[in-house]
C-alpha cells in the first residue's frame, strides 16, 4: 500500500517542512523525502510516530473519507457580508477560506465605494476587474483598472480598493494568507 502521498498532505496540513517534521520524529529529511515519493516504508513504530506528530489516528489515515477533498463549491456554500456605509458587499467563494492559502472572495464596491483600509502583511493580493473600474491604493501611489483588467501586488504597504466612479464595480479578488 502506498502511504507516502498521505504522509506528504497531512505534513502540508499541518504547516510543517520535511526538516521539522523529521526534527520532531528523530528522522532524516532525505528519509521523509523517500517515505513521501513511496521510495521507502516506514516501520509501525515509525509509522505511529510520524501520525503522532502529525495529529492523526491510524484509523483516520487509513479512512479515504478523511482525505477527500471537496473541488466544487456551491453557490450555497458561499457566504455574504455587506457594509453599506462604507459601500461594499463581498462573498466568500469557498468556506474558510481564510484558513487556506488563499482566500477567493467577489467584492462589488458601489459607486464611490471602498473596501477597508489593510494594515502591511506578507500576503499577495490578485484583482480582475468584471466591471466598471476601481483605484488600488498602495502606501501612497495609486493604481487604477477597468474592466477587464489584472491586478497583481504585494501587501507590502497600507492597501485599500475604492470605486472613484460613478457606477458599480464587481472585483475577483484572490489573496493569500491572512488579507481580509
Known sequence: MLIGG??????LKSGLTQEELAERTDLTKGYISQIENDL?????ETFFD?????GCDPKSFFDDQTFAQKVIYQQQDQTEFSD?????????L????????????????????????FEPSPAETFLY??????????GKKRYHAKTGDSVYYHASEEHQLINEGNESAKVLL????SYL
Not at 498521505?6 to 505534513?11: F, G, P, S
Open 6 to 11: 498521505k504522509i506528504k498532505n497531512l505534513r
Open 40 to 44: 521507502s516504508s516506514p516501520s509501525i
Open 50 to 54: 510520524l501520525l503522532e506528530v502529525l
Open 84 to 92: 453599506a456605509q462604507l459601500g461594499y458587499q463581498l462573498r466568500w
Open 94 to 117: 469557498v468556506p474558510e477560506s481564510n484558513e487556506k492559502e488563499m482566500e477567493p472572495i467577489l467584492l462589488q464596491l458601489e459607486r464611490r465605494g471602498a473596501f477597508k483600509t
Open 129 to 138: 476587474v468584471l466591471s466598471g473600474s476601481i483605484t488600488v491604493r498602495l
Open 174 to 177: 484572490v489573496a493569500t494568507e
